[in-house]
């Protein structure tokens, strides 16, 4: 899984470099709907399976795109060729 991951990234950001723009979207996202359901369960509402699995993905999605992108963007300023030394890395 670490090696699709980085091989993503390389393929992706090779000639590009990351934007923050886009770490901080998706972390808005998240902290805005963990707010809105938060509120939510605080008011007394009980999700049934099918809300919380809608839920679980509004924000546990913007969160994991969050972290997965801050990573790359991370690992990307280390060095001009940093992404393709990792994809060689765990191809091992």
Same mark, same amino acid.
């Given at each position: ?5 980085? #091989?993503f990234?390389?393929?992706?950001y090779?000639? #590009?470099?990351?934007?923050? +723009? !886009? =770490? ?6 998240? $902290?805005?709907?963990? @707010? +809105? %359901? *938060?509120? *939510? ?14 839920? /679980?993905?509004? !924000? $546990? $999605?913007? @969160?994991?795109?969050g !972290?997965?992108?801050? #990573? +790359? &963007? +991370? ?5 001009? =060729? *940093? @992404? %393709? #030394?990792? &994809? @060689? /890395?765990?191809n &091992?």
């Open positions: 899984m670490k090696a699709a991951f980085w #091989r990234a390389h393929q992706h090779q000639n #590009r470099t990351p934007l923050l +723009i !886009v =770490d901080a979207a998706a972390f808005t996202w998240f $902290g805005f709907f963990v @707010l +809105i %359901y *938060a509120a *939510a369960l605080l008011a007394g509402w009980l999700p049934n399976f099918i809300e919380a699995l809608v839920g /679980l993905m509004l !924000v $546990g $999605g913007p @969160l994991m795109v !972290v997965l992108h801050r #990573r +790359i &963007r +991370i690992e990307a300023a280390k060095a001009p =060729d *940093a @992404l %393709y #030394r990792k &994809r @060689l /890395l765990t &091992r």
